[in-house]
């Protein structure tokens, strides 16, 4: 079946560190790709997606890339901020009908003064 | 304006009782979701459910049963409540086609004693 497969976390990083949170996926079709961000006693809101191989998503300095060689969808960060601090998780889609998404199980990320 | 609304945002309750959760969307959106969270943030769906189709997963115990009055609302009942149900459940939303980001929530935490 498909599947989102994350990095354990947390992910604790100092202010202004570079953050890469790793996604890869498998899917019997051509998925799109999304990042979530849940901040703390919040619903997910989306961050970004992409929805065809090669395309880049970003928003608010977050950038991810949908790699279909390596079935991938990285989350990259130059410069994290304490305001950063959430769990952010990589999700699928599948077109033809099948709309449900396939979550990953999250990454926290903890980012210090 | 809330996209997404869910009450109540917390739920104390004791062992054997029922429960509902209530949630609007007023997005438009013909499909509606309720999920529940863990304490290690993992996100597991429970129901799918636009006007003309149910889809539960099959894991989830038939003490719970998702109840649509109209296309806005989608509410979740919980029958003979048990310690293990306690968790954050989350309403969200889309369109149905599988490039379509999911609008959640703000969550409902359950607490059964």
């Known amino acids: 079946g498909d599947s989102v497969t994350q990095m354990e976390g947390p992910v604790t990083l100092s202010e202004e560190a570079f953050l890469t949170i790793n996604c890869t996926y498998t899917a019997t079709g051509y998925p799109s790709l999304f990042w979530y961000v849940q901040y703390p006693g919040e619903g997910l809101q989306l961050l970004l997606k992409?929805?065809?191989?090669?395309d880049k998503g970003s928003n608010k300095g977050f950038e991810a890339t949908y790699r279909k060689e390596t079935t991938s969808f990285h989350l990259e960060k130059g410069s994290v901020q304490v305001s950063d601090s959430a769990v952010y998780f990589c999700?699928?889609?599948?077109?033809?009908?099948?709309?449900?998404?396939?979550f990953g199980r999250g990454t926290s990320l903890i980012v210090h003064p | 304006d809330t996209a997404v609304s869910q009450t109540p945002k917390y739920l104390v309750t004791q062992m054997g009782n029922d429960k509902s959760i209530k949630c609007e969307q007023n997005?438009?959106?013909?499909?509606m979701y309720w999920y529940k969270q863990d304490s290690k943030k993992f996100l597991k769906i429970m129901f799918s459910?636009?006007?003309?189709?149910?889809?539960i997963n099959e894991t989830v115990p038939n003490r719970f049963s998702p109840k649509s009055p109209d296309k806005a609302h989608l509410n979740l009942h919980i029958n003979s409540l048990e310690l293990g149900d306690s968790a954050v459940y989350f309403c969200a939303s889309s369109l149905p086609s599988g490039g379509d980001t999911q609008y959640f929530g703000p969550g409902t935490r359950l607490t059964v004693l």
């Open positions: 459910y636009n006007n003309k189709e149910l889809i």
């Open positions: 997005l438009g959106h013909d499909t």
């Open positions: 999700a699928l889609t599948l077109g033809g009908g099948s709309y449900i998404p396939t």
């Open positions: 992409a929805t065809k191989a090669d």
